[in-house]
């Protein structure tokens, strides 16, 4: 079992820059592919990053390509999402989540354990 905890969420002007973290418990963490999440106001939760059990294979959705990057360190059971040129559309609320194998996985249904998400507030 995975017990998830995100942070760095916060109110930001466009353009800038945030760091999230997602910290987790459990001995499983090193051995599941992780992703990001988001969900904005009245939308349904949409896939935003996903990375493998060991780090190496990154996959993103095209609307953050270039802007947002995925990485973890086994070592500290974390992850994080570092988030650049914010938009307001990446206003949201984001969560982490581990899989339910070492793969990389877009699906939120393949995911088996969230984090309770962080408010990402982007401004024009």
């Known amino acids: 079992q995975v017990q998830l905890v995100e942070s760095g969420g916060g109110s930001v002007q466009a353009g800038d820059s945030l760091r999230l973290s997602c910290t987790g418990s459990?001995?499983?963490?090193?051995?599941?592919?992780m992703g990001w999440f988001r969900q904005a106001l009245g939308k349904e939760r949409e896939f935003v990053a996903a990375?493998?059990?060991?780090?190496?294979?990154?996959y993103y959705t095209d609307s953050v390509k270039g802007r947002f990057t995925i990485s973890r360190d086994n070592t500290k059971n974390t992850m994080w999402l570092q988030m650049n040129s914010l938009k307001p559309e990446d206003t949201a609320v984001y969560y982490c989540?581990?899989?339910?194998?070492?793969?990389?996985?877009?699906?939120?249904?393949?995911?088996?354990?969230w984090g309770q998400g962080t408010q990402v507030t982007v401004s024009s």
């Open positions: 990375i493998t059990s060991n780090g190496i294979g990154k």
């Open positions: 459990g001995r499983a963490f090193s051995t599941v592919g």
């Open positions: 989540a581990a899989s339910s194998d070492a793969n990389i996985r877009t699906a939120a249904a393949t995911y088996n354990y």
